[in-house]
């Protein structure tokens, strides 16, 4: 019986023993007591059934009694951060503003390098590296089995002329899409949202058209009709039935590209002219963006060395004497379906830049919250020391400062998820250049956030229990007696606050100066200076084919037209482009091959990644870009109506690039070119002008005659008008009237001048460079603050001293220079550290990339950065320093000494 | 720190509270005293378990019903480890009201029933 109860005395012991310390302190042996005395009488009374009642109340009242205390925990917290309204706001706004920024950094970049939303497995999925391929090459690599899983060949973007309702005179809208091969939704792994998608069972030549229309092209054109599939539309003239729906935010492989309607590459050419002349078997119609699934384990350098294999084959089997000599890789792969057209390097690198941002800016962010939550814990070292006297144990104390760091990390991190939400948000709205309408899908990557707020959160909890962890050290006598001013032992004077000080200044300087470095890099590389009057030169696009010209009206169109419109008011030069100037993206670039030519008609040196223009007779003097040498196309040259001898040769117009790159030094005038089938002679050179958005360098260019024979064989291409005029405004008018008169039925569409198209694009540009301009400013506005911070707490804990010092007679100007002073100090240990490392920095990204190269080293600017950089830091922090110093001349000596 | 709270604002009391307040009328006590006057007081209806008791005595405590007692019994009949607790003036007031809104609710019922009785 005895030894019965005295299990259960102990059991009750133990149970007692674990309730909070402060508790115990107060009634833990009474409760002891009452225990002993309980138990027999409770065993008596009620036998085994008592005694477990009696040992379940203590275990149920045991966590209530400890979340009494976090009750009680939180509600003080809450108090004391409420009473220091200063300190609480600045940690949770620089909190806030860092994990927002940071997730924002980390984000913004995936919908330009992220996959396709839709697309199963992505990483498996690549395409030729700036490569088009002929349609029968594409259909042997889809069948090499071993490393190629499945593959499709896109035609695309296409233009096309859509009506709704029935008959043909409806009024026709353009919309984009893509011409696919009929293995396209099955290769991508995309299952319809209704409907069905094509196979090669159902696609065959001959067969009535179909269409497959994007999810976004069913909400907004078909009124979200549950009974869409089945529906017929005319696409081009022709009807056509839709026979399945693609699912949400599917816009086709390339985002960058999006397409609202699929049509398999097998329809008749009616519907899609650019199929004419039978591409799917004409082995030199290179037109075709291949997409291949890699087999399963297959890397790509095993996929480039068996499809080079089999590309040698074939061009043995055709008899292609290419410029593929057998020698090294023809191929290369890269990743598909990116926003962009980025190859793996592009894609590592912007990542690795995004990450040592986001690495920075956190740090940043957890380096300032560090600097606030350690000056103020040592404010609190007599209210420590305090509570230890009166009995808090540590861990209560500890839990205590848990408390508050949770909260203000918590009130932090919230306010930073909804400023990431709201910035990706934001950013989701940019226009977008692109020649064809496309949303900016940016969103918050979760994965990032998450790590974000741990990180930061971890910080904010960390630092926050130091001066707690560091009670332990407090010698409470003294810290009672002296106040907050008591040494803690191990705090130099010199302690870790400073050195997080100069951290936190050097960090912001090196995020402002890398940040500002490519913000301004960027926009001076990038942003499309053409160096020539845009706002009077007038773009108009004409698209004769989808009007129902046919091929031979289109090329008495192309041959009358600069005549015609020259006549109309206002009208100073007229000529006519193949592509719109300077809108194609980087990724259009490098269209072809051209080899230059010996005397003897062979070899000489070949250009692999070339960009071949179709301009008309007059561009350069129109446009306003000056030619280095020979001539430009006159009109006899865009009126080559009769083909002339196969090997006749064409004029052409050279960049400075081509030039230097086909010919050396040498003089280009005279020379001879090869491009595929054609012979050009050189007969112009001009200097290079940036042929497209986020293209950093000049690329080769060939000019050749925008013919009306170029015309009669490439129907499909939009013909683009440039007029420069003496005041567009007026222009506008009497051309379009031009227009309309002579050729009615004609559509005009995209009239705008140059300068609205390249503020367009540019203002994409320039919000990216907002972001990282803003992120700067962000870091010295940190630094700045945890400079403040410290100072005003160095002057608080100098009180007395500065108290005595005004009472021995010191004057206010020498007690500010002195607070100052050390602030100085601080800032130019920071400004120095900042410099070298943003210097480091800009080193290893330059060795990187050789875009940033480019960046970093462009002429102007960059001194001025480097130099007002440190200047406005030093501006800032002055003025976070001023403050607090001249609270300290406000101290009244007697008050001060009296104090403490 | 903490704003007293008005008398009325601690109504209708917690049936362990009413039971310990009522314990401590005229006599200081301690704990285990407590436990087994409310034991008595009800005929073994209403008992109070140690662990309820003192987390119920630290409530009162902080609210200002009731406080520690600086007397102690007879050296012979003191055990060190125990504390002896009595009411305050706001834990007495809180507990007339108490009775006082009992007695009205007795009375509700008495006059009620004589309604029925007629």
Redesign the interface.
């Known amino acids: 019986m005895n030894r019965r109860l005295n299990f259960y005395l102990a059991l009750?012991g133990r149970?007692?023993g674990a309730y909070p310390h402060e508790?115990r302190m107060?009634?833990g042996?009474?409760?002891?007591?009452?225990?002993e005395?309980?138990i027999p009488?409770v065993s008596r009374?009620y036998g085994l059934s008592g005694l477990l009642?009696?040992l379940a109340?203590?275990a149920?009242?045991?966590p209530?009694?400890y979340l009494r205390e976090i009750r009680q925990d939180v509600s003080y917290a809450l108090r004391v951060l409420a009473k220091a309204p200063g300190f609480t706001s600045v940690a949770i706004l620089s909190l806030a503003i860092g994990i927002g920024m940071c997730c924002t950094v980390l984000s913004e970049i995936q919908p330009l390098v992220g996959p396709p939303p839709g697309v199963r497995d992505p990483a498996a999925l690549v395409t030729f590296h700036w490569s088009l391929v002929s349609y029968p090459y594409f259909e042997r690599y889809r069948d090499a089995h071993q490393v190629v899983a499945a593959a499709t060949a896109v035609l695309g973007p296409v233009p096309f002329a859509v009506a709704f309702a029935g008959d043909s005179s409806a009024k026709a809208e353009r919309f984009y899409g893509h011409l696919v091969s009929p293995e396209y939704f099955s290769t991508l792994g995309v299952t319809p949202a209704a409907g069905r998608f094509f196979s090669p069972e159902t696609e065959k030549p001959g067969m009535p058209p179909v269409v497959v229309v994007s999810d976004r092209f069913w909400r907004t054109h078909l009124g979200a009709d549950p009974h869409a599939v089945g529906r017929r539309l005319r696409l081009n003239g022709l009807m056509a039935t839709i026979v399945g729906i693609g699912p949400k935010g599917f816009q086709g492989i390339w985002p960058g590209y999006p397409a609202d309607l699929f049509v398999p590459a097998t329809c008749d050419t009616s519907v899609a002219p650019e199929l004419s002349g039978d591409p799917l078997n004409r082995y030199d119609r290179e037109i075709f963006r291949v997409v291949l699934r890699l087999a399963p384990g297959v890397t790509m350098p095993v996929a480039e060395a068996t499809i080079d294999t089999i590309t040698r084959n074939l061009d043995r089997e055709y008899g292609v004497p290419s410029g593929r000599d057998g020698k090294g890789r023809m191929w290369r792969l890269m990743p598909a379906g990116t926003f962009l057209y980025i190859t793996p390097e592009q894609h590592a690198f912007v990542n690795t830049f995004n990450v040592v941002l986001w690495a920075l800016v956190l740090s940043l962010v957890c380096v300032n919250l560090a600097n606030l939550l350690l000056a103020r814990g040592s404010q609190r070292r007599r209210e420590i020391a305090i509570r230890l006297s009166v009995g808090a144990s540590r861990p209560r104390l500890i839990r205590q400062f848990l408390t508050e760091s949770v909260l203000l990390s918590f009130a932090g991190g919230v306010a930073g998820i909804a400023l990431a939400f709201g910035i990706t948000h934001a950013m989701s709205s940019l226009p977008v250049p692109s020649p064809t309408p496309q949303e900016f899908n940016c969103q918050l990557d979760f994965r990032v956030l998450a790590i974000t707020l741990a990180i930061a959160l971890a910080a904010g909890v960390g630092f926050g229990l130091m001066p707690a962890l560091s009670s332990a050290r407090v010698d409470i006598g003294r810290t009672l007696k002296e106040g907050a001013q008591a040494p803690l032992r191990g705090y130099r004077r010199f302690g870790s606050r400073n050195l997080f000080v100069v951290c936190q200044m050097a960090v912001s300087l090196m995020l402002l100066l890398v940040t500002w470095f490519v913000a301004m890099g960027f926009l001076n590389t990038t942003r499309l200076d053409t160096g020539f009057e845009t706002g009077k030169l007038i773009l108009i696009s004409l698209d004769p084919v989808r009007d129902g010209y046919s091929a031979e009206r289109t090329s008495a169109l192309v041959a009358a037209l600069p005549d015609e419109l020259s006549r109309a008011d206002g009208v100073r030069s007229v000529t006519l482009a193949g592509s719109v100037p300077f809108a194609s993206l980087a990724s259009d670039q490098a269209n072809t091959r051209v080899a230059s030519q010996t005397g003897d008609g062979l070899g000489g040196q070949v250009l692999h990644s070339v960009f071949r223009d179709f301009i008309g007779a007059n561009y350069f003097a129109t446009l306003g870009v000056p030619l280095l040498g020979g001539r430009e196309f006159d009109l006899r040259d865009q009126r080559q109506d009769e083909p002339g001898p196969q090997d006749a040769a064409v004029p052409a117009v050279l960049n400075q690039t081509a030039a230097r790159e086909l010919f050396g030094s040498g003089n280009p005038i005279g020379r001879r070119l090869r491009e595929g089938e054609r012979n050009y002679t050189v007969v112009g050179l001009t200097r290079d002008v940036p042929s497209g958005f986020l293209v950093t360098r000049p690329v080769a260019t060939l000019f050749v005659p925008l013919s009306a024979e170029w015309f009669r064989k490439n129907p499909t291409e939009r013909i683009t008008i440039l007029l420069r005029a003496t005041t567009p405004r007026n222009t506008l008018a009497p051309v379009r009237n031009q227009l309309a008169s002579l050729h009615p039925d004609l559509t005009v569409f995209n009239v705008r001048t140059m300068r609205e198209d390249l503020d367009r694009l540019n203002s994409f540009v320039e919000w990216q460079a907002a972001i990282y301009i803003t992120l700067g400013m962000f870091a010295l506005l940190l630094a700045s603050i945890g400079l403040g911070g410290v100072t005003a707490y160095a002057v608080a804990r100098r009180r007395k001293e500065i108290g005595i010092r005004m009472a021995l007679g010191a004057r206010s100007g020498q007690v500010q220079a002195m607070v100052l002073t050390e602030g100085t100090a601080l800032l130019m240990a920071g400004s120095v550290l900042g410099l070298g490392g943003a210097y480091v920095i800009a080193r290893a990204f330059a060795a990187y990339s050789d875009t940033l190269a480019r960046t970093f080293g462009h002429r102007g600017g960059n001194a001025a950065l480097v130099f007002s950089a440190p200047v406005m830091l030093a501006g800032l922090a002055m003025l976070a320093c001023y403050l607090p110093a001249r609270r300290a001349t406000e101290i009244d000596p007697v008050a001060a000494l009296r104090e403490e | 720190m903490m704003k007293d709270k008005h008398p009325g604002e601690f109504l209708p009391l917690h049936n362990n509270w009413f039971h310990i307040l009522l314990s401590l009328v005229g006599a200081e006590q301690?704990?285990?005293d407590i436990?087994?006057e409310v034991l008595a007081r009800t005929n073994?209806a209403v008992r109070i378990?140690?662990?309820?008791?003192?987390?119920t005595?630290?409530r009162l405590i902080a609210d200002g019903l009731i406080e520690e007692s600086d007397e102690r019994p007879a050296a012979d009949l003191d055990?060190a480890?125990?504390?002896y607790y009595k009411l305050t003036r706001l834990g007495r007031k809180v507990l007339d009201l108490e009775c006082e809104r009992l007695q009205e609710m007795l009375r509700m019922v008495q006059r009620k029933r004589k309604q029925e009785a007629y």
């Open positions: 009750y149970l007692a508790f107060l009634y042996e009474d409760l002891d007591r009452l225990g005395d309980a009488d009374r009642r009696l109340d203590i149920v009242q045991l209530a009694m | 301690h704990g285990y436990m087994q073994g378990w140690p662990a309820t008791l003192y987390g005595l630290q055990d480890r125990r504390r």
